[in-house]
Every structure is written in C-alpha cells, then in structure tokens.
C-alpha cells in the first residue's frame, strides 16, 4: 500500500510526455521530415520542363556539281548535316537533313542552305554557282566544197603576125571532140544519235556516234568539234585546229570520251572504193551538263 503513490506519480508523467510530445511533432512543417529513400537511388530533381539544350547544328558538307554551268541548264547540290531537325535549300524548299538536288541555274547563281535543330538555332552554308553565258548564235557548219573537175589543156592560139614565112592555111581537119567527165560524190549518211540538240548528265562522258550506211562506201570519216577547248568562245574549226578526228571507220558507229561539261558537234561522211570523200552531213550539235 506505501507504493501505491508512485504508481500514480508515474501514470501523470507519463500523460505529460505524451502531451509534450504531441506538442512537438505537431509544430513540425509538412515537408521538413526527411524520408529514407531506398539505398542507390539517386535524389529525384525538379523536372525543368524544356528537357537538355539541343546541340548546335553542323553543316558538314554543301557542293555543287559541276560548279561552272550556262544559265538555264540543271546543277547537283549535294549536303550532308549533324544535330539537324530541319534543312532548308534557297529557291527549293524543305529537304532532306542529307541527301542531294538537281536545281535549275538562274541568273543569279547563289544558293543558301540552312539548317536548323529542335530548338530554333540553325546555321547557313552558301554555294555560288558560276554562270557561262554562250554570245551569239552557234555558227553555221562550212559549206561543202565541190569536187574539182579534171582540167582540159587547150594550146594557145598563135597570132598570125608571130608566124614566119609563108601564110598557114586554116586547119579543117575536124577538131577533136572533148569529153567531160563527173564524179559524183556519194551522198551523207543519216545520222542516227546524238541527233542534233541532244543533252546529256552523265559521268563519264563516253559519247556514241551512230549512222546508216551508204551504198558504195568502203569507209567512213568522223570529225567531232569541241566548244572552248581550243580558244574560249570558240569552236576548235573557227581557229583552224581539229579537236578529234577519224578518217577510216570500217563500221558505222564511233565511241569516244568527250572534253567537259560544254557545247560538241560531230559529223560524217562516206568514203569510196577509191578513198575520194563524200558530201558531209551537218553538223549535229550536243551537250554535256556533268
């Protein structure tokens, strides 16, 4: 019975320290109490919301082939680019972030490319394209030359007063009758291909002349002409010098690799069973762009 007190005294602190402690938990922030997270976790952030910055775009390449061409005439743009969401070409439009165009040469002959990434920041390249302008009308083929016919040789006549001695009675004996002979020349072969005005954009320029055959011909004669390799503006035949010349084709084809990318013409003839040259056809005018 002299216990019980302290039972009593020990039931009231109790009751007090719970009091206190609900207290003091209970002035504690929302938020301020530290939660264990699980052992190698990392510390979760605050998403930002516009994620990492985008890496700057990078034009690795931008050419132009070939990188001279007349106004008019079509031109390969090839690029190739890093950390691109979008390319943009001047005068063409959207693109591939890679790849390659034929464009149309304009007067001006500037082109820009552009490239931009996920975020708005973007980059140029810029590729001038040189421009050759042909002045004037291609001349016209050279006429066909006739083929000479054998010359009679006449003797001169004498004047009476340069004769001595007696006067010569006229001659009438009956004088000889003169024949003239023609040779006619075999007539040009129709040409097949490249017909006149024809284009190519290829590499390499492996060109192929083709023809029908003539009756009578043993042989054949090609000539091909060549735009600004022997002068500039000029065919090789104006300054008087031959670019590419075959003289005996048994067959009726001819192949041959041509300069660049600029203005040729070729022609043909046909040759007898004595070598004597036919008439030559036009002249067929073609072009390489590439």
């Not at 790849?99 to 490319?113: C, D, M, N, P, W």
């Not at 030559?280 to 072009?287: C, L, M, V, Y």
Request: charged fraction near 25%; hydrophobic fraction near 30%; include cysteine.
């Amino acid at each position: 019975m002299e216990r019980q007190p302290n039972k009593v005294r020990d039931s009231r602190t109790f009751i007090v320290m719970m009091l206190i402690g609900l207290l003091v938990f209970g002035c504690i922030p929302e938020g301020s109490v530290r939660r264990d997270r699980p052992s190698g976790t990392a510390p979760s952030t605050p998403s930002s919301g516009g994620g990492s910055a985008a890496a700057t775009p990078v034009i690795v390449l931008f050419e132009a082939h070939p990188p001279s061409v007349t106004v008019g005439d079509t031109c390969t743009f090839r690029w190739r680019t890093r950390n691109a969401a979008s390319v943009e070409l001047s005068g063409v439009g959207s693109v591939a972030v890679n790849g390659e165009k034929q464009v149309t040469i304009g007067s001006r002959g500037v082109y820009v490319l552009t490239a931009t990434n996920r975020v708005g920041k973007s980059v140029t390249a810029r590729r001038s394209v040189a421009r050759v302008t042909i002045q004037g009308n291609i001349p016209a083929p050279p006429r066909v030359q006739p083929i000479n016919r054998p010359k009679v040789n006449i003797p001169p006549r004498v004047k009476r007063d340069e004769v001595k001695g007696p006067a010569l009675r006229p001659d009438r004996s009956p004088k000889p009758t003169i024949t003239k002979t023609s040779i006619r020349p075999l007539p040009a072969p129709a040409v097949l291909s490249p017909k006149n005005g024809a284009r190519f954009n290829k590499f390499p320029r492996r060109t192929i002349l083709r023809w029908r055959p003539v009756k009578g011909a043993s042989r054949y004669g090609v000539e091909i002409d060549c735009y600004n390799c022997c002068k500039a503006k000029r065919w090789c035949t104006d300054v008087k010098k031959t670019y590419k010349k075959a003289g005996s084709l048994s067959g009726t084809t001819y192949t041959f690799n041509f300069a660049g990318a600029q203005p040729g013409r070729w022609r043909v003839w046909a040759l007898d069973r004595k070598g004597r040259p036919g008439k030559k056809s036009a002249w067929q005018n073609f072009r390489y762009t590439r």
